[in-house]
T-cell receptor, first 119, second 114 residues
Framework: NAGVMQNPRHLVRRRGQEARLRCSPM?????VYWYRQLPEEGLKFMVY????????ESGMPKERFSAEFPKEGPSILRIQQVVRGDSAAYFC?????????????????FGPGTRLTVT | AQKITQTQPGMFVQEKEAVTLDCTYD???????LFWYKQPSSGEMIFLIY??????QNATEGRYSLNFQKARKSANLVISASQLGDSAMYFC???????????FGSGTRLSIRP
């Protein structure tokens, strides 16, 4: 019963290079969320995707960042022309088809994160 | 807008003592969920406990309980009989009705002294 998988766990890039972060959701989950955690801060929502659809990208920076969740394969968070300020931990979470539980909301299951260091 | 406030950046507690981590929230939604996550030094996010806004009883999971006071908009985490392995960052979080994203607080770093 594999959980959410992310790779690589650690990624080092030089300024100006591209970073590609991968996330495989839990089996049976069709919803993926990406969060960013800057050092000594809480997680900040970036984007919410379903298969082949971006549902909410309100937390994504307007430039250099993109995300996809293709019909086959993992979700990809892509950062072009990385800068030092992109150094952070990037977490992926997944959930099943969202259905309201009684009086509450559903849980998201987090992956182990990818630590991106830009040198 | 939704907001989570954790006012304790760091706490030191003696092993085996109980500890309360504070969390207040702000939302205009009538239905929402509150979460606590633990992040040890290894970095992963570990789900601890969930409280729905319409749940009448406080949530409990083993040594963790959530002291939910809806009128005061607080959702404090109580850890009973603390252990050395409880040393970690703890994040309070919430999600509103039908919302996709979880809003996190800034976290509390808990250190357990032997």
């Amino acid at each position: 019963n594999a959980g959410v998988m992310q790779n690589p766990r650690h990624l080092v890039r030089r300024r100006g290079q591209e970073a590609r972060l991968r996330c495989s959701p839990m089996k049976g989950h069709s919803h993926v969320y990406w969060y960013r955690q800057l050092p000594e801060e809480g997680l900040k929502f970036m984007v919410y995707l379903q298969k082949e659809n971006i549902i909410d990208e309100s937390g994504m920076p307007k430039e250099r960042f993109s995300a996809e969740f293709p019909k086959e394969g993992p979700s990809i968070l892509r950062i072009q022309q990385v800068v030092r300020g992109d150094s952070a931990a990037y977490f992926c979470a997944s959930s099943p088809l969202p259905q309201q539980t009684s009086g509450g909301t559903y849980e998201q299951y987090f992956g182990p994160g990818t630590r991106l260091t830009v040198t | 807008a939704q907001k989570i406030t954790q006012t304790q950046p760091g706490m030191f507690v003696q092993e085996k003592e109980a500890v309360t981590l504070d969390c207040t929230y702000d939302t205009s939604d009538q239905s929402y969920g509150l979460f606590w996550y633990k992040q040890p030094s290894s970095g992963e996010m570990i789900f601890l406990i969930y409280q729905g806004s319409y749940d009448e009883q406080n949530a409990t999971e083993g040594r963790y309980s959530l002291n939910f006071q809806k009128a005061r908009k607080s959702a404090n985490l109580v850890i009973s009989a603390s252990q050395l392995g409880d040393s970690a960052m703890y994040f309070c979080a919430m999600r509103g009705f039908g919302a996709s994203k979880i809003i996190f607080g800034s976290g509390t770093r808990l250190s357990i002294r032997p």
